[in-house]
């Protein structure tokens, strides 16, 4: 939000190597979900919005379209290889800090077809097609009937379960 990066090693994106280089990334929130061509540096469209790939020496940036055409940085990465061992720490901290935002409040999240569906404390959040709805929700009966609806889990007194779909 406040336009700087996070640490190293708070999130981890994929190149993968087919007949070009491509950028995957399946966990980023409401970001792209279908891979980007790394080395495009045109507007690439997609559900989620317009993206750009763009590098400055060894750092490169996505950029994304938001309203009236300006383009922002939304992640910074390199193409210098890590082990996974190298995001232990920033795992842990996202798991166990009473910092990070994931111990603060219960999140739920997932793509759809036409954007995605967060369920954030008590606010359920839908994109669909780069617009943003945002509703609070009125309790907690309301709470599990949206996550539910939208993610298939059922809460019950001493644990979860998942519902088949």
């Known amino acids: ?16 190597r087919l007949l070009e280089r491509w950028l995957a990334d399946v966990g980023f929130g409401d970001s ?3 891979p980007l061509l790394l080395d495009e540096r045109g507007e690439q469209q997609q559900v989620s919005g317009a993206y750009r790939i763009v590098n400055d020496s060894e750092d490169w940036l996505i950029m994304q ?9 939304q992640y910074r990465f390199t193409l210098r290889p890590y082990e996974l061992g190298d ?3 920033m795992c842990r901290y996202h798991q166990t800090s009473p910092q990070s935002s994931f111990t603060q409040k219960r999140t739920c999240s997932r793509a759809t077809e036409t954007g995605r569906i967060t369920l954030t404390g008590m606010r359920l959040i839908t994109t669909a097609k ?5 509703r609070l929700l009125a309790d907690e009966a309301e709470y599990d ?10 809460l019950e007194q001493s644990a ?6």
């Open 145 to 154: 009937a949206a996550l539910r609806k939208h993610f298939g889990i059922e």
């Open 130 to 134: 780069g617009e943003r709805h945002e």
């Open 65 to 73: 379209e938001r309203a009236e055409s300006s383009w922002r940085p």
């Open 87 to 89: 995001y232990v720490e």
């Open 160 to 165: 979860c379960r998942m519902l088949i779909r």
């Open 32 to 34: 792209f979900v279908e």
């Open 1 to 16: 939000a406040d336009g700087s990066f996070g640490p190293p090693f708070d999130h981890m994106a994929l190149l993968v």
